[in-house]
């Protein structure tokens, strides 16, 4: 990646007006959050207001639901992240992206630098969405790579001889930055791409063994597949559905079927598919990622996920998915159209954490 300025600051795409939960709050009060707001991610305040942390859809699965603890005993401190990674306001965006790559990050909490509040979140989202979708797909193959247990992976279908440069113009068909990789759309399949070795689960097993399943494999989401039928795909299971249509409603994860928390409208593609087909799908049904079928029997082998497209494919590629696929928040900011520089200024006098106090 260049080591050039951005013409954004952070505060011209931050999201603003984040939540935010005190350290002494209980678990569940954060998954309502969650779900009354759709996000995935709140910062963590002390009593007096300082930063202690972050906590993560992710987090409240994996050191939450999974070890077969009640959510409202615990405490927010008791699982979030701490030394959380942060930046100021008014920090060039590129010094924002290249602390993500570094540290393999998907979101940085904002400051303002004169008394240190907390603002909002800038996540890759935001850089897909307003700055470069090429900047955006290498945060999101750092974080990746920084999520394999084993450490970087890269894919052995995928070398240099697999793919092509282009310096077509903006709007040009295909078009990345100059010197970025892209498959070649009529040559490379989805089974380049996809991650074959993945752990599946029956529809009729419990949310708990789910989010057991997703800590021991370090993974986000579950193929469901029909009880009896063994590799016929019945949904889709994520950590966030197992927040916000379990946690953050108080269902109990140990009585709790899969099949009533899991995604029922799941598409898919086939290993053959051409690559470019399926990432044109997850494009327009904003989705991060695809099933994968095996075209004779339609029995699900594999995930294809955003991350996937972003270690071994095309980072512009994966930015362009992120950018149709980005967060509520992403979205709303970059409508606002705002001049580099004078959006931040305009948004900063209400700028500051707030805080949800019901769940109609």
Known sequence: ?????????????MSYGVEWV??????????????QRNIGALPVKDANGFLRG??????????????????????????????????????????????????GLRRLVVLRRFDNTVIGIVSVDDIAVWASMARAGEVVRAAAN?????????????????VRTTTQGPGGAGFVAQGQEEFASSTYLVSHVYSPDIEWINDTESCQEAAIRMRGRNIGCLPVCTAG????????????DLVVRVLALGLDPESTLVRDAMSKDVVCCF????????????IDRSVRRLPVLNRGDNKVIGVMSLDDIAMA???????????????PEALAQGQKQA??????????????????????
Request: charged content about 20%; hydrophobic content about 45%; proline content about 5%.
């Open 1 to 13: 990646m260049a080591n050039v300025l951005s013409p954004y600051l952070v505060r011209d795409v």
């Open 146 to 162: 920084a999520a394999q247990p084993s450490g970087p992976t890269v894919k052995p279908d995928v070398t240099a001889t697999n």
């Open 54 to 103: 972050i906590v993560t859809d992710r987090d409240l699965v994996i050191r939450l639901i999974s070890r077969r603890v009640k959510a409202p005993t615990v405490s927010v401190a008791s699982i979030m992240t701490p030394n959380v990674s942060m930046i100021y306001d008014d920090e060039n965006l590129m010094v924002a992206e290249r602390q993500m790559i570094e540290r």
């Open 229 to 240: 039928a063994q590799g016929r795909l019945a949904g889709i299971l994520t950590d966030r």
């Open 22 to 35: 005190n350290e002494t709050d209980d678990c569940s009060l954060a998954a309502r959050i969650m779900l």
């Open 271 to 282: 290993s053959d598919d051409n690559l470019a087909d399926a990432q044109k799908l997850m």
């Open 339 to 360: 001049l580099p520089g004078q959006q931040g200024q305009q948004a900063g006098v209400q700028g500051t954490a707030t805080r949800a106090t019901s769940f109609a």
């Open 313 to 327: 494919a095309s980072r512009a590629r994966a930015g362009s998915i992120l950018r149709a696929v980005a967060s």
